[in-house]
Structures are given as structure tokens and as C-alpha cells.
């Protein structure tokens, strides 16, 4: 059974960081691509940022330079460090996990940029 949990979301400043972490489980984690994606209200899901079995790593356009997604495949864990937040940025992250045959979601975790 595939699981991925996700934690870290929150309410932030303008400004601020927060760094979301993304627990998986049921694969073998370290074969697979993992990414976060986002979906703001009334907007389209996005990929924000991925990360290859070998460490290579894409980002949105939008979050270059203030993201950055990292992996520990000894915790089977994605991370993904946000500094530099803007109120643009709020929305729900979903951590993904491809295989050769399937994409699993997690359940999202809540990002707020707000004053």
C-alpha cells in the first residue's frame, strides 16, 4: 500500500520560509521521481518541483531561485525548503511519487502567505 504524508504546511509572512516534508512508503523510494505540486483556489494544479532517482532536479519558473526540493532516501523522505514566500505562493502541496507504471498523491498540506 502506497502512502504519502505530508507536513510542515502553515501560515507565513510575506517573506518568511517553511519547509514541507513528504513521508513515502509502499515503493522503493530511492528508484522513484518525487515532486510537489500545487493548486491555488479557483486556479489549475501546478508542478512546482521535481527530483530524479539520481538527484537532478526541475523547478516552475516561478519558484526558481526560492525553492528548493531535496531528498533523504535513507528516510524515504522529499523535503522542500520555500524561502522568500509571497503571497502568490499560497496554496495546497501535494507530494508526488512516479513509477515506471503510476503517479501517487498525497493528501496536501496547506500553505499561507499572508500578513
Known amino acids: 500500500q502506497v502512502q504519502l504524508v505530508e507536513s510542515g504546511g502553515g501560515l507565513v509572512q510575506p517573506g518568511g520560509s517553511l519547509r514541507l516534508s513528504c513521508a513515502a512508503s509502499?515503493?522503493?523510494?530511492?528508484?522513484?521521481?518525487m515532486g510537489w505540486y500545487r493548486q491555488a483556489p479557483g486556479k489549475e494544479r501546478e508542478l512546482v518541483a521535481m527530483?530524479?532517482?539520481?538527484?537532478?532536479?526541475n523547478y516552475a519558473d516561478s519558484v526558481k531561485g526560492r525553492f528548493t526540493i531535496s531528498r533523504d532516501n535513507t528516510k524515504n523522505t522529499v523535503y522542500l525548503q520555500m524561502n522568500s514566500l509571497k503571497p502568490e505562493d499560497t496554496a495546497v502541496y501535494y507530494c508526488?511519487?512516479?513509477?515506471?507504471?503510476?503517479?501517487?498523491w498525497g493528501q496536501g498540506t496547506q500553505v499561507t502567505v499572508s500578513s
Open positions: 508526488t511519487e512516479t513509477t515506471a507504471t503510476a503517479r501517487y
Open positions: 509502499g515503493n522503493i523510494f530511492r528508484l522513484n521521481v
Open positions: 527530483i530524479l532517482s539520481g538527484g537532478s532536479t
